[in-house]
């Protein structure tokens, strides 16, 4: 009875084993880089080293953070704070906070990309806007707020060109992408852009803008001087984000109800098929984010705490890195330098 009792229990954890291993592949390393996650339902930011797969650090943030954005350097992160109207500013390598910058009288911050000129753009969604944060100045090193108003309802995420020239912003609950003028500060036109536009992107060669309507299960394609619409492409269901990788050849989206991506070739603007991650809406499948060399991307599935890990030359899923809870933003970088793990 006991030899068979060992045995069944065996039988068993081997059979877990298999199960667990079906679902989450075994960790392959990759080269020395720093994955970043806001972790929304703890109000902290994770560290993960990619060489590894391991977190190496979780840090305080201000609440409710959202998106992640690397400094031109590598060197620094910056995330907001949704609930608290601010951005943090993390050193990456000594991984700990060393500025805090308010966004008042903006509020709600919510999409951020940090420019190689040193400026940051956060959209800042309670008061419809984006905020428009200078690079420190003088002996103090003090920062200088500017804002532009977009006008519309629920401004939420944001996007620049690569000239630095124009921010496009998707506002969810007006249907629309404001173009907003960053040499003259002002807005210079809205486009509607379906029932509720969320995720955007733009192409590297700084051509075209992609819009994922969530609602509509749609991409829509503009011309980022134009303003034409040149396209209106059939998603999977609620496309909550998209991504263009870094040779500007394949759009993905990130379709929260299939918990699956989508792929389009850019050039002919038609479907490539898709990729299934989780395969169910539990997975609360959100951001998504590519690697420098745009051979991996990385999934941020919200509702099950970890984030998946995707080989875009082979098409499918390598395996899943453990975070804090609700992890949702994401930033990745090459600069390491860091101390051991806590």
């Known amino acids: 009875m006991k030899r068979f009792a060992i045995a069944l229990i065996s039988a068993c954890l081997l059979a877990y084993g298999n199960a667990s291993a079906e679902q989450s592949p075994p960790y392959k390393h990759h080269p020395a880089e720093i994955l970043l996650v806001g ?12 060489k590894t797969g391991r977190e190496v650090a979780r840090r305080d943030t ?17 995330i907001v704070s949704y609930g608290a109207e601010h951005i943090d500013i993390f050193d990456i390598a000594a991984r700990e906070k060393i500025e805090t910058i308010a966004l008042t009288p903006n509020k709600s911050p919510h999409g951020i990309v940090w420019l190689d000129d040193g400026r940051i753009i956060a959209s800042t969604e309670g008061s419809d806007s984006i ?4 690079p420190p100045k003088g002996e103090s090193q003090t920062r200088e707020i500017s804002q532009i108003s977009t006008g519309q309802k629920g401004s ?4 620049v060109t690569p000239d630095k020239s124009r921010a496009f912003v998707s506002n969810m609950q007006s249907g629309t992408v404001s173009v907003l003028d960053l040499n003259n500060n002002r807005k210079i036109t809205d486009l509607p852009a379906g029932t509720e536009p969320e995720g955007l992107a733009i192409t590297p060669d700084g051509k075209t803008i992609w819009v994922a309507d969530r609602r509509g299960d749609s991409l829509r394609i503009f011309d980022t001087r134009t303003f034409e619409e040149l396209a209106i492409l059939k998603t999977g269901k609620f496309p909550i ?22 792929l389009f070739d850019v050039e ?15 997975a609360g ?13 990385y999934a941020a599935e919200t509702g099950l705490n970890r984030i998946a890990e995707i080989d875009m030359v082979e098409g499918e899923l390598i395996g899943r890195l453990a975070g804090g809870a609700n992890g949702d933003g994401l930033g990745i970088t090459g600069f390491v330098g860091a101390p051991e793990a806590d």
């Open 156 to 159: 939420h995420m944001v996007v």
């Open 62 to 78: 201000g609440k409710n953070p959202h998106e992640v954005a690397i400094s031109p350097n590598g060197r620094l992160a910056a």
């Open 241 to 262: 984000r998209v991504a263009i990788s870094p040779d500007g050849r394949t759009a993905v989206t990130s379709n929260y109800a299939d918990g699956a991506l989508g």
């Open 131 to 134: 905020a428009i944060v200078s």
């Open 268 to 282: 002919t603007r038609k479907s490539k098929g898709g990729i299934t991650i989780s395969g169910t809406v539990k």
């Open 285 to 297: 499948q959100v951001t998504i984010l590519f690697s420098p060399d745009g051979k991996r991307l």
């Open 39 to 50: 972790n929304k339902g703890e109000d902290s930011l994770s560290f993960i080293d990619l």
